[in-house]
């Protein structure tokens, strides 16, 4: 009898993830507000690329930041209604950010997480219309087509173009 040896075949069932997110460590210790919001708005159109290529919405935004002497602080807030839009998510996430952030802090790693995520066809649609979402949703759902067929680098927001200059961001895709 040989004992860790099964040839029976691996059926694997693929999971809806309970929360999408992404941080990064900075290279540099961050003073400036208006550079953490560059890096706190890359990371959050990260998540909401994410969130929709998965047809998810969030319906819980959690900011983190971890300044130089590894101190961490996560804020989180309940949303409405779910959602996936790059700028109401982004809206909630730097308002998390500066009910945390205190003028002078050295920070060191920023990232923004959406949880308590819903399939986009479970929402339960609203008697009032918000067309504002709705001109955002294709706003985002075109910026997302020509990623997916150009490349994610292929077109980006004028606020992140010269991110580069503070930090590298890796997707996770």
């Known amino acids: 009898m040989?004992?860790?040896?099964?040839n029976s075949e691996v059926v694997y069932k693929r999971e809806r993830p309970k929360s999408i997110g992404n941080s990064v460590t900075l290279p540099n210790d961050i003073?400036?507000?208006?550079?953490?919001?560059?890096?706190?708005f890359a990371l959050t159109e990260q998540v909401t690329y994410r969130l929709r290529k998965e047809k998810l919405l969030a319906n819980v935004v959690n900011v983190q930041l971890r300044t130089k002497d590894f101190v961490d602080f996560s804020h989180q807030k309940r949303l409405e209604t779910p959602i996936s839009n790059t700028?109401?998510?982004y809206a909630e996430a730097k308002m998390l950010l500066n009910e945390m952030y205190k003028q002078g802090m050295a920070i060191r790693l920023v990232g923004v997480r959406t949880d308590n995520l819903v399939q986009k066809n479970e929402l339960q649609l609203s008697l009032f219309n918000n067309s504002d979402n709705e001109k955002q949703d294709k706003i985002?759902?075109?910026?997302?087509?020509?990623?997916?067929k150009y490349g994610y680098d292929f077109i980006t927001r004028a606020s992140n173009?010269?991110?580069e200059?503070?930090?590298?961001?890796?997707?996770?895709d």
């Open 2 to 6: 040989l004992i860790g040896i099964d």
């Open 87 to 89: 700028k109401e998510i």
């Open 31 to 40: 003073r400036d507000k208006d550079e953490l919001e560059k890096v706190l």
């Open 140 to 148: 985002d759902n075109t910026i997302d087509k020509l990623k997916e």
């Open 165 to 172: 200059d503070t930090v590298k961001i890796r997707r996770k």
């Open 161 to 163: 173009l010269n991110l």
